[in-house]
């Protein structure tokens, strides 16, 4: 984790259960496009993907 914000990432926002269901909340950069992200979990890079889309609609394909 600790190379992904040496090279500029930034905490964006977490999943969470809402009534038993996986959703997100994003802190910023939800409208960006064409924009780098990663998921991690308890400090350790799990997946590193680029979205075409905006952010929000991305995490959101996700969800599902």
Do not use: P
């Not at 999943?15 to 780098?36: C, H, Q, S, T, Y």
């Not at 929000?56 to 394909?61: A, E, S, V, W």
Request: glycine share 10%.
């Amino acid at each position: 984790m600790n190379k992904l914000l040496e090279i500029g990432f930034e905490r964006v926002g977490h999943w969470v259960l809402k009534n038993g269901e996986l959703d997100f909340e994003i802190d910023r950069f939800a409208d960006k496009n064409n924009i780098l992200y990663a998921f991690i979990c308890s400090g350790v890079v799990k997946y590193v993907g680029k979205s075409t889309k905006t952010l929000q609609t991305r995490l959101g394909q996700y969800r599902k």
